[in-house]
């Protein structure tokens, strides 16, 4: 099933073309790699995945609806993005991770929050941690675990890794390669050809804002 079609989208920003007519179906299930040169519109790519951005011109749909149709706040929850430099807000690393829960108006759920940190490689004394004091790889990880603790249904992900030693790295491409095969569709702008090889089914490869080239990788 196509979970993700994008139809003829333009993105036009300060008179600039960015994003310059890009049709493209995505299954259900389906690991995707974007490469691409540096300013090629791989990000706006995403955002307009995410519906952080709209098109100027073309749509989107989403199991077969238009991105119009949707609450915004409904289909963000379903398509999870993941930027590279993340944005924790609040004080601790508490405040990020309790959020998920309240912005769904359930309780939190500490021990289910501690299970993560600890597959993240984190332990238990990072939930008080002051967010200004964790390394460019703690805040990744710390974001990471926002956007999955509930399993989106696309995960859109732009260069999360980029501050991971290779442990951890490894392990964060474990645990993304383990929420693939439990049905979550991931869409990864990486450089990482390695990565490509074994996690990918598909390369995509964006250059001035169309899709160069697409590649099955299986
Ligand atoms: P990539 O992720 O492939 O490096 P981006 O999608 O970040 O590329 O950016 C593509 C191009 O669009 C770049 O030249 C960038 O400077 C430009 N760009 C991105 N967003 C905007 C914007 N909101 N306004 C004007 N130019 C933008």
Request: a negative charge; one cysteine or more.
């Amino acid at each position: 099933m196509t979970i993700l079609k994008l139809q003829n989208i333009h993105y036009i920003s300060d008179n600039t073309n960015i994003i310059n007519g890009i049709n493209l179906d995505i299954n259900e299930g389906e690991c995707i790699s974007i490469v691409g040169p540096s300013g090629s519109g791989k990000s706006t790519l995403l955002k307009l995945c995410s519906d952080l951005i709209s098109p100027s011109q073309g749509d989107l749909f989403f199991k077969n609806k238009n991105y119009k149709e949707y609450n915004p706040t409904e289909l963000r929850k379903k398509i999870s993005y993941c930027v590279q430099i993340p944005y924790l807000f609040g004080e601790t690393v508490y405040d990020n991770l309790s959020y998920p829960f309240e912005t769904r108006k359930e309780d939190v759920n500490k021990i289910k929050i501690l299970e993560y940190l600890y597959k993240f490689n984190l332990d238990e004394s990072y939930i008080n941690k002051d967010v200004n004091s964790l390394s460019g790889g703690e805040k990744q990880r710390i974001a990471l675990i926002r956007n999955l603790i509930y399993k989106p249904e696309i995960l859109l992900l732009d260069e999360v890794t980029s501050a991971l030693d290779k442990d951890n790295l490894k392990i964060v491409e474990g645990i993304i390669k383990d929420m693939n095969k439990s049905g979550t569709t991931v869409i990864w702008i990486t450089h990482n050809i390695e990565q490509s090889k074994s996690i990918f089914n598909r390369k995509i490869t964006i250059e001035d804002g169309i899709i160069e080239n697409e590649e099955e990788l299986n």
